[in-house]
């Protein structure tokens, strides 16, 4: 799909300086920009290049003077990054704007799906599945019985959604996840064999929540495991069954949590943490990466290490362990001076 220079100015609200009728299909780096290609400056370490690149359109700040003649038409905006953001947006939008059912598929004839939908190849819609409106469901994709789906969803391919599981609006779950399959949960008998606990629970995600590729979120074992308003997930992130999230909280990769675990809203937390279960974790929390969290943390604690410990006195700590051969060998050498004044 082709867009000139003056629509895209008119989208961002810009100024076009060159030709209005230059047409782009693509984006790209500034420094690597290819004819037919839209890039964006905002960085002036990046000057140089808007006087060599072969990109056809450039996003520019208001203040931006040329130095000298350049053959890229300028669409100039207020900020070049936010508008180049917003423009990703929109494309993506347009990327993604499928519509319509793919063959084959599998529909229950119990399930209710909204308007403007799209269903990929070889996805199964189960029985009693409630999905709203403007919902796409990209292909190989499985969603079990009684599940409830909102408006605007974004589900990509090969996607997993167990049964009686409820999704939010405006939510995007990445190819790979799996959401409520069975928590870890294992009781030995007699014999020391482990018989599993059945997980009777479901999982329950609001709206606006991100989940990254490959992450899974176990189903509770009685009750709900619930990821709140506005959570954003990254890659391979592990929830085990029964733990809550809550609002605007953020998580990198390779995170684990165990179950029952709560953790408040705003929190920052760093890639592969692992949290032990049954923990309780404050609002506005930041846990550094690779820490390990095996006790209750406050509001506003900001803290890492294995087991984490608060932040500064990590820092203080890890100044004084990079310095130990230095204080042993100090230590050392007091003992000797220590032993010959005995002698």
């Known amino acids: 799909m082709k867009f000139t220079a003056q629509q895209i100015a008119d989208i961002l609200e810009g100024t076009v300086v060159g030709n209005p009728d230059e047409e782009v299909s693509t984006l790209s780096k500034i420094e690597e920009g290819e004819k037919g290609s ?14 060599t690149t072969n990109a056809s359109i450039a996003i520019v700040n208001n203040d931006f003077k040329l130095e000298r003649d350049i053959f890229t038409t300028l669409i100039k905006v207020e900020n070049a990054y936010k508008s180049f953001s917003k423009l990703l947006e929109f494309y993506n939008e347009v990327k993604n704007n499928k519509l319509g059912r793919e063959n084959p598929h599998f529909i229950s004839n119990s399930a209710k799906i909204g308007k403007n939908e799209y269903i990929g190849a070889f996805a199964y819609i189960g029985e009693n599945v409630t999905i709203g409106e403007n919902v796409k469901i990209y292909p190989n994709c499985y969603i079990g019985d009684n599940t409830v789906i909102g408006n605007n969803c974004i589900l990509f391919a090969g996607v997993k959604i167990y049964s009686e599981t409820q999704i939010g609006n405006y939510c995007k779950i990445h190819s790979g996840c799996i ?17 599993a606990i059945p997980q009777i629970g479901n999982v329950i995600i609001e709206d606006y929540v991100d989940i990254g590729s490959s992450s899974t979120i176990d189903r509770a074992t009685l009750g709900s495991t619930i990821i709140r308003r506005g959570v954003k997930l990254d890659n391979q992130i592990q929830i085990a069954h029964n733990v809550e999230v809550g609002k605007n909280t953020v998580i990198a990769a390779q995170t684990g949590i165990a179950g029952s675990t709560k953790i408040g809203q705003n929190c920052m937390i760093g890639g592969q943490v692992g949290f032990a279960g049954h923990l309780s974790i404050g609002n506005n929390v930041k846990i550094q990466g690779q820490s ?4 209750n943390l406050k509001d506003g604690d900001k803290v890492q290490g294995t087991p984490a410990m608060n932040y500064s006195d990590y820092n203080k700590s890890y100044v004084h362990f990079r310095n130990l051969p230095k204080i042993v060998a100090k230590v050392s050498e007091i003992e000797k001076e220590l032993n010959t004044q005995k002698q």
């Open 38 to 51: 839209l890039t964006f400056l905002s960085n002036p370490k990046y000057n140089s290049f808007l006087y």
């Open 179 to 195: 959401i409520g399959s069975d928590g870890f949960g294992f009781a030995p008998n007699e014999e020391g064999e482990y018989k």
């Open 292 to 295: 390990g969290i095996t006790k």
